[in-house]
C-alpha cells in the first residue's frame, strides 16, 4: 500500500463543510483512494472509495487531483456525530480488508 | 453496506485464561476475515488473515500459538487469545469480505481486558 500522509487533528464547526486533507505522492495506477472513520471505541466505517474521478455518495464527496497524489474528503454538513478518526488508505481494490491504517486526522465538530 | 458482528463487545478476563471472540458475517458469505488490534490512541495493526477453510496468514510479529484464528465456515470466524498477559488488553476489530473484488466491512470491535 502506498504511504498517506494526514494532519493530526482538525476542528469544524457544526453545519459547515469539513474539508479532510490526504497527501499520497507515491500512489501507483491501478491503487485506489479509500476512506474509513473510526468513532471512538468502534470498529471502522467505510466512507467512500474512488480511483481518478470525484466520487459522491449519501456520506460524503471525494475530490482526487489530477496526478492523484492528492486528495480531499469532505463532509459537506458536519454534525457532531461526524466527530471521530478519519483515515485515507490507498490500496489495491483486490486488497479489500488489508488496509494499512496510518494514524488518520482526529476530526472534532464543534458546536 | 453488510453487517458483521462481533461477541463480545467488551470481556474480562484473568490472566493465563483464554479469551474466545466471535467475528460473524449477518448478510454475506466471508470468504475472507481480517484480524485487526489497536492499542490505545494508537491506529489499526493487521495481526492476520484467514480464509474459509484454510490457515491463517499471520503478519511478522504476531506469535500464531498465541492468537488462534479458525475461519471454519463462511460467516464465522474466531480469535482465541490463549493465555492472555495484561499486556495483550486491547481492542480487537475483525473485517470480513466476500469473494471477488468486493469491499469489506468492519465488526463493531471487542474490548479486552486482562486483568
Known amino acids: 500500500d502506498a504511504k498517506t500522509t494526514q494532519p493530526p487533528s482538525m476542528d469544524c464547526a457544526e453545519g459547515r463543510a469539513a474539508n479532510l486533507p490526504c497527501n499520497h505522492s507515491?500512489?501507483?495506477?491501478?491503487?485506489?483512494v479509500y476512506w474509513y472513520r473510526q468513532i471512538h471505541s468502534q470498529g471502522p466505517q467505510y466512507i467512500i472509495h474512488?480511483?481518478?474521478n470525484n466520487e459522491t455518495n449519501e456520506m460524503a464527496s471525494l475530490i482526487i487531483t489530477e496526478d492523484r497524489k492528492s486528495s480531499t474528503l469532505i463532509l459537506p454538513h458536519a454534525t457532531l456525530r461526524d466527530t471521530a478518526v478519519y483515515y485515507c488508505?490507498?490500496?489495491?481494490?483486490?486488497?479489500?480488508?488489508?488496509?494499512?491504517f496510518g494514524d488518520g486526522t482526529t476530526l472534532t465538530v464543534k458546536p | 453496506g453488510a453487517v458483521v458482528s462481533q461477541h463480545p463487545s467488551r470481556v474480562i478476563c484473568k490472566s493465563g485464561t483464554s479469551v474466545k471472540i466471535e467475528c460473524r458475517s449477518l448478510?454475506?458469505?466471508?470468504?475472507?476475515m481480517f484480524w485487526y488490534r489497536q492499542f490505545p490512541k494508537k491506529s489499526l495493526m493487521l495481526m492476520a488473515t484467514?480464509?474459509?477453510?484454510?490457515?491463517?496468514?499471520?503478519e511478522q510479529g504476531v506469535e500464531k500459538d498465541k492468537f488462534l484464528i479458525n475461519h471454519a465456515s463462511l460467516t464465522l470466524s474466531t480469535l482465541t487469545v490463549t493465555s492472555a498477559h495484561p499486556e495483550d488488553s486491547s481492542f480487537y476489530i475483525c473485517?470480513?469480505?466476500?469473494?471477488?473484488?468486493?469491499?469489506?466491512?468492519f465488526g463493531q470491535g471487542t474490548r479486552l481486558t486482562v486483568v
Open positions: 507515491t500512489i501507483s495506477g491501478n491503487e485506489y
Open positions: 473485517s470480513a469480505r466476500a469473494r471477488g473484488p468486493t469491499e469489506a466491512f
Open positions: 484467514s480464509n474459509e477453510g484454510s490457515k491463517a496468514t499471520y
Open positions: 448478510d454475506f458469505q466471508a470468504t475472507t
Open positions: 488508505i490507498v490500496r489495491v481494490a483486490s486488497n479489500a480488508g488489508k488496509s494499512t
Open positions: 474512488g480511483l481518478k
